[in-house]
């Protein structure tokens, strides 16, 4: 069977939030000022009750709210296809399946949780959001919820995007959001980076910055993440969950797990229900990759970094580049982000997950194959989950073993197409961040450290 399909009735009606089931929590987010765990009274600054709650909740399966559901509907479940074209090409005895999250409105698999966002917000109140996007995947998404929810959103999208992608900027536009270049001269934060650099290219955690200070500056307006929170991760395990319930209809069980990490949304929703089994005895195995030119999880140090660049969000422990980081502009924008969520470093940390960096001319190398043999062309970001794909394929070809691999295709690459032209025309090269430059940023992390 080459596209397995679930009908609306069997859409999940809960989300699996995998702290009920870790053996290790990570340490809580501290204060700055403090350098005490944040209170609820902290978070009520720029987020919904609501959305706290699940942040903190240690209950293992949380309800869709009806409202939720009925978008959800309109989209999902979205297919698990077997990747049967890709498996004659490479020759391979392992049988290939991914889940084709490019299928929904904006293209990616941020709606997931950027319904629900803009839901609780709603219920509470909130006229308008502010957040920040790198590729413009999330910022995408985030403006049809708005739309769909009636809330204003403001999207900070880092500058090197906003430049390479401007037909994301127009999809945010189109769906009612304003979209602003990262650095800006709209916040104290950008302005400050523009006086010391006004050519900067921009990073996630400089956009979060922007978008941080507007919500707090601004009594109408909250703000909304589309990766590294507990509750956004929770959300996105409606992709891995339904994975669960399409592979029992073939019969097969993975016994690799494989998704693109930026800040671990991606990673964090296909695996997290599998890795329910993981810490229950079930031998499977979990691999998150990363760009080699921002290698979070393989060269950075797991302890307490800011979020952002200025210094506005809590200290959050994960493994971390440094929050001043700015990696080179690659088109994989979505993988651009100096840390990683809590959950999937601690997870990591533990041995529950592990981590490969990729460079990008082989990443498009393996986009190319995927698009010529399975006819979808890929977002960059999920080409780097497609390359360990491969690559795993043709591990079980030598070694004759009928291994069974799940990868997310988190989205499509019809708006990166200019990507695709610059591999084509061989203007694309590999960046492998120097060690001396990660070291440089790692002495200016702020010094708490647990070590365990």
């Not at 990673?267 to 195995?285: A, E, M, Q």
């Not at 502009?329 to 997870?347: C, E, K, M, N, T």
Request: aromatic content about 8%; charged content about 25%.
């Amino acid at each position: 069977m080459r596209r397995i399909l679930l009908s609306e009735k069997n859409l999940p009606k809960q989300w699996y939030n995998i702290q009920a089931d870790m053996p290790k929590l990570p340490p809580p987010p501290l204060n700055p000022q403090t350098k005490k765990p944040v209170s609820i009274d902290d978070l009520k600054i720029i987020f919904p009750m609501s959305l706290i709650e699940q942040e903190v909740s240690t209950q293992r399966w949380i309800d869709i709210p009806e409202e939720i559901l009925n978008i959800y509907a309109s989209f999902r479940p979205t297919p698990l296809y077997r990747a049967l074209g890709l498996e004659r090409a490479l020759g391979t005895p392992a049988r290939i399946y991914f889940k084709h999250e490019g299928y929904g409105p904006a293209g990616s698999h941020k709606t997931n949780t950027s319904i629900p966002q803009a839901y609780y917000n709603k219920i509470e109140g909130i006229k308008r959001i502010a957040t920040e996007t790198g590729a413009g995947q999330w910022g995408s998404a985030l403006a049809l919820a708005g739309a769909l929810m009636g809330i204003e959103i403001t999207v900070y999208m880092v500058r090197v995007s906003y430049d390479q992608k401007p037909y994301r900027r127009i999809m945010m536009e189109t769906w009612g959001a304003q979209v602003y270049p990262s650095p800006s001269d709209k916040t104290e934060s950008g302005r400050r980076i523009l006086r010391e650099n006004p050519d900067h290219p921009g990073t996630l955690g400089i956009a979060i910055s922007e978008a941080v200070e507007d919500a707090a500056t601004h009594k109408d307006t909250n703000y909304a993440l589309g990766s590294v929170l507990n509750h956004v991760l929770l959300h996105q395990t409606i992709i891995g969950l339904e994975c669960k319930k399409q592979l029992e209809v073939v019969g097969d069980y993975p016994d690799i797990v494989i998704g693109c990490c930026g800040g671990g949304s991606n990673l964090g929703g296909v695996s997290f229900p599998f890795l329910y089994d993981k810490i229950n005895g079930k031998d499977v195995r979990v691999i998150a990759v990363e760009p080699s030119s921002c290698p979070t999880l393989t060269k950075g140090e797991f302890r307490y970094d800011y979020g952002d660049t200025a210094g506005l969000t809590p200290f959050l422990m994960m493994y971390t580049l440094g929050h001043d980081f700015v990696p080179p502009g690659i088109h994989a924008g979505g993988l651009r982000y100096h840390g990683d969520a809590p959950l999937v470093s601690q997870l990591c940390h533990d041995g529950l997950i592990e981590a490969q960096a990729v460079g990008q001319t082989s990443v498009f190398e393996a986009a190319i194959l995927f698009a010529r043999t399975e006819g979808i062309i890929p977002a960059p970001e999920s080409a780097h989950a497609i390359k360990v794909a491969i690559d795993e394929a043709l591990r079980a070809k030598e070694e004759g073993k009928e291994k069974v691999i799940l990868f997310n295709l988190s989205g499509t690459g019809f708006l990166d197409l200019s990507a695709y032209e610059d591999y084509l025309s061989g203007k694309l090269v590999d960046f492998e961040y120097p060690e001396e430059k990660i070291k440089e940023s790692l002495r200016r992390l702020p010094e708490i450290r647990i070590f365990s």
